[in-house]
């Protein structure tokens, strides 16, 4: 099977590399084609993969073609390569706010396709996947590309009307999360500690508590009793939280980042 990557951006880039240190694909079966000549001399020097600023070459070769362009370019790309892609192939569009049926209607035949929006963490092997197969994608095309996205964190299959809350959900909210890392390294600064050695501690803790989240199966309430001793220091922390509106300001930050993406879809 070959995989295609038109562009190869840091997302792109991520993905190239999951494919191949999880063995899903040797490099040999792997061809990237940008415009960027540098990128492309980055891509090949990392991995071993063919390159090409081709991208009607990379579509024509591609069994799974991913498009990891902006999406101010993924018309003039999809109206370039319209004519190269076969029945066959699998595109997985990872462009942010476009649509299935948008997309579909861009390359005005029938074709297979994913939709995927992923976050950055995939840039360190931890990242979040929602996929949206249409109509004409099989079980096991599908099953391909999910395990492409569980070789660098985890893919799940969802329905495309839950992308607007899946953005929130995960593909901003590694925004949030560094912000509150940064809160609370600021805070053991106050309390003296050295600002580099704040920020080990508090992303460590949220490193560890995500990981508790996900491998204990236990609800995150019941987590967050565990830590909370009868009269402790922790109780009193969450009593401030709660006050001061913690949980209330990030579900009120989560659906106006649902709103925002609602609105630029209609776009």
């Not at 991208?55 to 004519?83: H, M, R, S, W």
């Not at 969802?158 to 899946?166: G, Q």
Request: with cysteine; hydrophobic share 45%; aromatic share 6%.
């Amino acid at each position: 099977m070959i995989f295609g990557f038109i562009g190869s951006g840091n997302m792109g880039g991520a993905i190239i590399g999951g494919i191949i240190n999880s063995d899903i694909a040797s490099p040999e079966n792997v061809i990237v084609s940008d415009k960027n000549e540098q990128a492309l001399k980055n891509i090949n020097e990392k991995y071993g993969v063919k390159v090409t600023s081709d991208n009607k070459e990379t579509a024509d070769k591609a069994d799974v073609l991913f498009l990891c362009v902006k999406p101010q370019f993924l018309y003039g790309v999809i109206d370039e390569i319209k004519n190269s892609v076969s029945d066959n192939t699998v595109i997985v569009s990872i462009v942010a706010g476009q649509a299935i049926e948008t997309i579909e209607k861009a390359f005005e035949h029938d074709i297979k396709l994913v939709r995927v929006m992923p976050n950055t963490p995939a840039l360190v092997g931890e990242g979040m996947a929602a996929l949206t197969p249409n109509s004409n994608v099989t079980k096991e095309e599908t099953d391909v590309v999910v395990n492409v996205f569980n070789s660098f964190g985890k893919g799940e299959v969802v329905s495309e009307n839950l992308m607007d809350a899946v953005t929130a959900v995960s593909g901003s909210s590694p925004a949030y999360v560094f912000m509150m890392i940064e809160a609370m390294a600021d805070a053991a600064v106050i309390g003296g500690m050295p600002r580099s050695q704040a920020y080990t501690f508090a992303a460590q803790a949220v490193l560890g508590s995500a990981k508790m989240v996900l491998e204990t199966g236990k609800h995150p309430g019941e987590l967050k009793d565990m830590v909370c001793s009868p009269a402790g220091t922790t109780i009193d922390a969450v009593a401030i939280l709660e006050k001061d509106g913690f949980r209330n300001s990030i579900i009120d930050a989560m659906v106006g980042c649902m709103n925002k993406s609602k609105e630029l879809g209609k776009k």
